[in-house]
């Protein structure tokens, strides 16, 4: 047995360890591995933030490969935008999509894994695939002047050069982390109970410690969430959430058993002392 201040900071250290520990076995089985993260993003095909911002990128380039001044006219921007809307609602924009996650999420691997991040990074999709199907819905509009769309800049931007250098230590860390910390706080947790003068109350010591541990997290993904919003536009916000859904999960479920384990705490503790209670009064009588 330990003193009881060994104790807390056994306990203190487990408690710190622990949202570091879910953070990183969610990067590692979810956001580093390309297969599951594109299966992740695949749904957002039919999100707004995503078709619109698809859509403002190929309709800006399909008006700048027509060039003034018949790009001014207002109708040939509508039968732009009535084209590009047409490619961006079709069956073909969600493989597309697909398969340019893929490619950049491959690509941030590369870079985030490098020595250092230059500038001009950048993690973007690229719809050029749908250039041909566009070349074809503008045709059905009337507009077959040559419009040279595969020269065209269709990418949109996920994550700027900024965004991917702030990442990119916790990147190396939770990559680095990722099975060694969740071992890690689990022998924590032995260590610090087998070792406890008290187990009882060292066991609702790391429920509650657990609980704030994971607030904190989740507190902490909310503000990185706001920065992100108030510095990028709608897509990146909206990857970011359906990436993050996942972690947010992991949050509430170990936050539920911690509540789980602090309730069971209590109950036992008050069973104890009921009965040291009753054992009191018989002693007396």
């Known amino acids: 047995m330990i003193p009881r201040p060994a104790t807390w900071l ?19 089985t979810v956001a580093k591995d390309t297969d599951r993260y594109v299966e992740t993003v ?5 999100d707004p ?19 003034p001044p018949l790009a001014d006219r207002p109708a040939v921007r509508t039968s732009v935008r009535r084209a590009v809307a047409s490619v961006v609602g079709s069956s073909q924009f969600p493989p597309v999509w ?4 893929e490619v950049a999420h491959r690509q941030v691997v590369r870079i985030m894994d490098g020595d250092r991040i230059v500038a001009g990074s950048q993690m973007q999709v690229d719809l050029a695939p749908l250039a041909d199907e566009l070349t074809a819905a503008l045709a059905s509009e009337g ?25 990119q230590s916790a ?18 947790v032995a260590i610090t109970l087998v070792t406890a003068r008290r187990r009882l109350s060292a066991l609702g010591l790391l429920a509650v410690g657990s609980l704030l541990g994971l607030a904190a997290l989740w507190a902490g993904l909310a503000v990185a969430r706001e920065l992100v919003a108030d510095n990028s536009g709608e897509l ?11 972690l947010h999960q992991a949050i509430l479920i170990g936050g539920a058993v911690a509540g789980v384990v602090l309730l069971l705490r209590v109950a036992i503790g008050l069973g104890l002392s009921r009965q040291r209670s009753q054992k009191d009064a018989a002693t007396a009588l």
């Open 10 to 28: 056994l306990a203190l250290v487990t408690c710190l360890v622990l949202p570091v520990a879910v953070a990183a076995t969610w990067f590692n």
């Open 42 to 46: 695949a749904p957002l095909a039919d």
């Open 49 to 67: 933030a995503v078709t619109t911002a698809a859509a403002t990128r190929l309709t800006a380039a399909t008006l700048l490969a027509i060039g």
């Open 98 to 101: 697909s398969r340019a996650n």
């Open 143 to 167: 507009l077959t002047s040559r419009i040279d769309l595969a020269s065209r800049d269709l990418t949109i931007e996920v994550a700027g050069t900024e965004e991917l250098q702030q990442a």
């Open 171 to 188: 990147w190396r860390l939770l990559g680095v982390a990722g099975f060694w910390l969740p071992v890690a706080w689990l022998l924590l």
């Open 236 to 246: 990146p916000v909206a990857v970011w959430d359906v990436v993050l859904e996942g």
